[in-house]
Every structure is written in C-alpha cells, then in structure tokens.
C-alpha cells in the first residue's frame, strides 16, 4: 500500500498520511508514505517523517512502491495535478484509489471517494475512518501524535473550521493517548528560525499593503529580499494571516516570489470566500477562508492581478471613476 499527500506537504497532510501509515503497520500491512516533495524542516518532528519516500530525492524507489502497489491513498487533495510529478506515475495505474480529503469538488476517478468539505482537516476524517472500522486500538501515541498535528494545523491553533463539537470529542480521544499536546503545539505553531522571525518583521513593517475600504490587506516578498533573510521552506508558513488582526481587514493575500512561478496564498474571516479567488484568477483553489494557488509571471504581473480582483470585487470602491461617471 502506498499513501500520497500534496506536494509542499503541510501539518495536515503529513499528519494524516503518517497516522493513517503507523496504523496500517500496527495491522501488519506493508505500507510507505510516498510525496511529491520534502517536507518543510519545520516538521522534521512529526513522527515517521524519516521515513518517507520523496519523488524528488528517490524517483526510482517511489514508482516502483507506486507500481507494486494493491492500493493507493491520496490524502490531503482533490486532484491529480496537486501531486506534481507523481500525477504522472499514479494516472496509468489500475490501482484502486482512496481519497480521504476535505478540499472542496475533487476532480478525478477514486474507487472510494470519502470527501468532506465541512470537516476541519483531513485528519479528523482519518480519525474517523479508524472510529468507523473499529481501529481506534491500534491508534497509539504516535498516531494520534501526527493527527494531533493536523487537527491543530489546518484550524489555525483551534481559531477556525472547528465549529462542530465532535471535533473535541475527537481531540479528546486523542488526549488519551498521552500525547505530549504543550510540545506538539509549539512544534507545529510556534517554531520559527530568528532569520524568519526577521523576515517576517520586516514583511510586516515595510511590505504590508492595506486597502481599508476593500478590507483588504497584500503582502509581496521577491527573491532578493527572500535571499536577504536566507529564507527556508516554511519560514513564512503563518505570516499572510497576521494582517487579519487588524479589525478592518477581512482578507489578506500573499505574494512570494518562487524559482519560476509566484506561490499566492490567501486567507479570510467569516463569509468572504478566497477560494473562489484563488480558482479563478490564480489557478489554485482550497478552502473559504485559507486557500492557494500559483502565477505564472512575474511578482509585478501577479500584484496587477491582484489590483484586477480588487476592481473586479469592488467596483463601487472606486470613487474617483464613480464621480466621473455621475458628471458624464
Ligand atoms: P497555503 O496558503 O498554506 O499554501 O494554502 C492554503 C490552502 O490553500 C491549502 O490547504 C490548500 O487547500 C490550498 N492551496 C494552496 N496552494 C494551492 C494550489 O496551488 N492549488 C490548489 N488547488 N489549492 C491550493
Ligand atoms: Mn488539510
């Protein structure tokens, strides 16, 4: 068995594929994790990260497992294309496919589609799985270590997506297995080198774009500033959902200059929807209020793209053409 996340795997991809990994090895299964990518350093301590195969560091090892394979899990994603390369190796294969996800409309053929855009992770829905087949006993510390992970990553330290009281139920089940919750939390939430402590610092007081009447907020960062701060994958993990403490913006962008395309990151507060932003104008997509996507161009293209969602979302805001258009 193989178990695939996302390329730029986060806390909730590689929580979930490592729980589901421990669990089908306590039942005696032979499985791997396989991803697209490495994971950030930031979460070299979730446990079994170690043992991940990775496409970019052992393309060999990792079509065969996918190639030997009876089933393969895709786990946090809801469509081929967010796999990269492995897109590639998983596409011809017979193999039956299990989605276990919570992005919203997955796109392909799954052989068991298990998709819940409600739930706040995929982690909770791989608790689930193990709840519904009787396999919460083989869920030790160690799993229950990794969706921990998750469970505390994708709501943002319990801030959102967590409406729904089971999701307690759930942590507290996860409690019982004598997690060590204070160290787990730090690791995944509050861990940062002094450099992107730095970076981010910086982002903030020079780089910070406000746009009150839009409620709108646009950080970008280039290669050279990215360079400056001797910037590391991850190091700027939480920093689009800093402007969101500001009471007047109610969704922040982020920019970030990359080898050859531009990461864009969004996030939101209460009905306005990012995901939809993200689908349509920077091919991306993911969750209402923290989605993603890439732009093929340069970092001042991508701002214009930006300006163009502002025009497009509101297009009262802009006084000056509304005046003329009342003089005409
Ligand atoms: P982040 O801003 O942390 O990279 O991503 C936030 C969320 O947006 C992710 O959980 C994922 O659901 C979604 N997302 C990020 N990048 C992409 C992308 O390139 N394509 C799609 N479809 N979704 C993305
Ligand atoms: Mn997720």
Redesign the pocket.
Known sequence: MVITCHKSP?GDALGSSLALCHVLQRLGKEVNVVTPDMAPKALEFVPGVFNIVVMTKQEARAQKLLQEAQIVFCLDYNALK?VDRLAEVIEPLNTPRVLIDH?LDPEGDFDVCISHPEASSTCELVFRVFMQMGLLRYMDRKAASCLYVGLTTDTGGFAYSCENPEFYEILASIMRRRIDRIWLYNKAMNTFSAESIRLQGYALSQKMQLFPEQGASLITLNKEELERFNYQRGDTETL?NKPLAIPEVYWSVFLREDTDRIKV??RSQGDFSVSDI?ARYF?????AN?????FFGTLAEAEKVFYKVLADLFPNNDKEEQQTTELK
Do not use: T
């Open positions: 986060d967010r992005h689009v990151s969004c993200c091919n991306g997509g993911g969750h923290a989605a993603g996507g890439e």
